[in-house]
């Protein structure tokens, strides 16, 4: 299986300013990477698929980069809601393999 | 507005079976694979099986293999996961969850999830 490894597992930020989460392949998926936000007491939410692909409704503050085994989730000006759990997830092949989560809260 | 609705958890006894559904509304469930995702007490989110738009084509993470069976019925737009021989390590919480046109390996919505726990 593919694993997936995130980093930071922990960040604080404030409304405004702009974090990166790094997520790195344990062989190359291609371009074939997707990020999620978790929030409790709401559905996860897909925000970026195949590196960086916005799916629908997700803010333009959200981008996605990298390919082969390294990948950054960028979130621009932070929004209040934007603080929660964020994981990646290869969906290059079976099984599809997630990361072990980045928390981002509130400084 | 796209639906994704749980039900069936519960505790159960290790060896014993439980049936999970997932009811679909607010899109053409005929048209989409689905899967399941689980997420162990404060652990991060798994895949746990994924099953074709006509359920003819069906995939499993390995620890479930052979124990595990998803399925769905098209006519009432509804997915299923039996959970047969279980063990503690299978306790989580179950996320039924849309495949994104086109890609059988990403999900773009998922229900609040089904609570499981295996312990006697």
């Known amino acids: 299986d593919v694993q997936m490894t995130q980093s930071p597992s922990n960040l604080a930020a404030s409304p405004g300013e702009s974090v990166s989460i790094n997520c790195k392949a344990s062989?190359?998926?291609?371009?074939?990477l997707a990020w999620y936000q978790q929030k409790p007491g709401k559905a996860n939410k897909l925000l970026i698929y195949?590196?960086?692909t916005l799916q629908s409704g997700t803010p333009s503050r959200f981008s996605g980069s990298g390919s082969g085994t390294d990948f950054t989730l960028t979130i621009r000006n932070l929004e209040p809601e934007d603080f929660g759990l964020y994981y990646c997830?290869?969906?290059?092949?079976?099984?599809?393999?997630f990361g072990a989560g980045t928390k981002l809260e509130l400084k | 507005e796209v639906q994704l609705v749980e039900s069936g958890g519960g505790l159960v006894q290790p060896g014993r079976s439980l049936k999970l559904s997932c009811a679909a509304s607010g899109f053409t469930f005929s048209n989409y694979g689905m899967a399941w995702v689980c997420q162990a007490p404060t652990k991060g989110l798994e895949w746990v099986a994924s099953i074709s738009t006509g359920g003819g084509n069906t995939y499993y993470r390995d620890s479930v293999k052979g124990r595990f069976t998803i399925s769905r019925d098209n006519a009432k737009n509804t997915l299923y996961l039996q959970m047969d021989s279980l063990r503690s390590e299978d306790t989580a919480t179950y996320y039924c969850?849309?495949?994104?046109?086109?890609?059988?390996?990403?999900?773009?919505?998922w229900g609040q999830g089904a609570s499981v726990t295996v312990s006697s």
């Open positions: 062989k190359s998926i291609s371009k074939y």
């Open positions: 997830q290869q969906h290059n092949e079976y099984p599809p393999t």
């Open positions: 195949s590196g960086s």
């Open positions: 969850a849309r495949h994104l046109t086109g890609s059988s390996r990403v999900m773009d919505a």
